[in-house]
């Protein structure tokens, strides 16, 4: 490691002396209690048990699996041999997992046991990987995750800078397929740093760890809370009733939150008179009602933002007090700079495509050098978000570029054209456009509007169960409407925008 380079390894070995008998890590699920010297050394010896099973720097390690205090030494394990970890949405169909993990040929793999029957009949497309391994509490029928926690032999030394890949994320399907997106050591020190900035992070926070370690929230989230010295409590599963005693009976006082997260847990608080006090920090999608709910009742603060996997979670970031309806203002170490159709800035108060440089700028698309070389052109990376500054300075989201229409239920993210072209396999559609729309649960919603085949008939219902089958079920419409014919453009093909005026209403 070069004298200059801070990587998450770094950070493991530092924290275990600034921080070495904290507790770092509650699994409530078997109530292991880790300090962050003990995870030091539990890092150490999965590190010299991969090395001996010929993991090397570059080398992708895929996991399947949920939250675990395993899943999350796998991270530090990995850092401290230069490997890349590749979490996979265990949510997603056994197609789309096959095709994220054959897309990043990892080397070795760790699943949980639910998950394991399903890959273990695709074992023969998953040509890459040599060795399979039980992720958490050695529960499955591959190797034991045990066996490599038995080494005892010296960690081999790795020049790892902090500008190597850390972790691959893929991302929604844009153009029909998923893009795996590279992050680096660097990426994430500079989430941690500006996460811990807005919300004066210390060693005495506790953050409750609900979203997966799959979503670079929930692993930014885990990471930051680990660079501050604090605790981080995790949950496999979450359960709104379990999670509000957690925050009353220890104290919790961060997390992030995607609808109906934060809401759910307030009225489990409600029903069962648990205290919230100490919850003081969320960030998060939020709706205005839950957000103002919360503080209310708890004197806590909500903090919106807005980012991406690519912007390592972050590029603005504000109280929401400050601006309701706002994703706050640019953070510390970057640039946001909104930019007409031909890359050329807007005024004040005009909608623009939000572009981002700076230090939390992902490494690309893993494999896809057109992608990137677009994607990055002059010198910025384009997100394919739409917003607008006001004068003074608060980014107010505006929506996805045409191209690039994103829908995000329960804060996932969906392209319209990937549920669009399962939709198109039923037999009874003809045509069909894909639309987010309000909902009461989700924040936002998946809406199918179809023209059937002439003399075809379907329900809605049997529809979204055909959809479900076949792509993550989160991706599926939860609503289906009829018509006869689509509003066109003068290019003859469907003008969503108006098809969204027409359809696109509350769905309550």
């Keep these: 490691m070069g004298l200059y380079d801070f990587t998450f390894y770094d950070l493991i070995n530092r924290n275990a002396v600034a921080f070495s008998g904290r507790s770092c890590w ?8 880790l300090t962050f010297n003990e995870y030091k050394k539990q890092v150490d010896c999965l590190a010299s048990g991969l090395c001996r099973t010929g993991v090397q720097k570059g080398d992708r390690i895929g996991i399947v699996g949920k939250n675990s205090f395993e899943y999350f030494l796998l991270y530090g394990a990995a850092a401290a041999l230069g490997a890349i970890v590749l979490p996979i949405n265990w949510r997603l169909s056994t197609d789309e997992m096959c095709f ?11 699943a949980d046991a639910e998950f394991q029957p399903v890959l273990k009949e695709r074992r023969r497309d998953l040509s890459t990987i040599g060795a399979c391994y039980n992720l958490k509490a050695d529960m499955g029928d591959c190797m034991a995750f ?8 010296p960690l081999p030394s790795v020049d790892v800078a902090c500008t190597d890949g850390f972790v691959i994320i893929h991302t929604a399907a844009v153009a029909g397929r998923p893009r795996g997106a590279l992050l680096s050591h660097s990426n994430f020190m500079c989430a941690d740093l500006h996460f811990n900035f807005n919300f004066g992070l210390c060693a005495e926070d506790v953050h409750l760890n609900l979203l997966p370690l799959f979503h670079v929230g929930g692993l930014v989230m885990a990471f930051n809370t680990f660079h501050a010295g604090a605790l981080n409590i995790n949950v496999s599963k979450f359960d709104a009733s379990t999670a509000a005693r957690l ?6 006082s961060l997390c992030f939150d995607f609808p109906p997260i934060l809401d759910s847990i307030l009225k489990a608080a409600k029903e069962e008179n648990l205290n919230l006090s100490s919850f003081q920090a969320v960030v998060g999608l939020g709706t205005p009602e839950g957000i103002e709910r919360f503080q209310s009742e708890t004197g806590g603060t909500y903090y919106c933002m807005f980012g991406q996997t690519e912007t ?3 590029a603005t970031m504000g109280r929401y007090n400050d601006r309701p309806g706002s994703a706050g203002k640019t953070i510390s170490l970057a640039d946001v700079r909104l930019v007409d159709d031909h890359d050329q800035p807007v005024k004040i108060g005009e909608i623009g495509e939000i572009t981002v440089k700076g230090p939390m700028v992902f490494k690309g698309y893993w494999g896809l050098p057109e992608d990137n070389a677009h994607t990055f ?15 003074d300075g608060f980014l107010f989201y505006a929506g996805r570029k045409a191209e690039k229409e994103l829908i995000k239920p329960g804060g996932e993210n969906v392209y319209p054209a990937e549920v669009e072209k399962v939709i198109l396999l039923h037999p009874a559609v003809a045509k069909t456009v894909v639309i987010g729309v309000p909902d009461p649960k989700w924040k936002e919603g998946i809406k199918a509007i179809c023209i059937l085949k002439k003399g075809q008939a379907l329900e809605s219902k049997e529809l979204i169960g055909f959809v479900g089958e076949r792509i993550a079920s989160y991706k599926k419409p939860q609503y289906v409407e009829f018509t006869e014919e ?9 003008d969503r925008a108006k098809i969204k005026e027409l359809y696109g209403g509350n769905q309550y």
């Design 146 to 153: 045990k066996q490599l926690m038995d080494s005892t032999g």
């Design 377 to 391: 052109r002059d010198g910025w990376h384009h997100t394919g978000d739409l917003g607008r500054f006001d004068s």
């Design 100 to 110: 994220n993990l054959n897309d990043c040929t990892p080397k070795i793999l760790f």
């Design 26 to 33: 509650l699994e409530v699920d078997d109530g292991r209690n």
């Design 247 to 252: 925050i009353q009976d220890n104290k919790v």
């Design 486 to 494: 689509f509003p066109l453009t003068k290019d003859g093909v469907p």
């Design 312 to 314: 390592s979670c972050v």
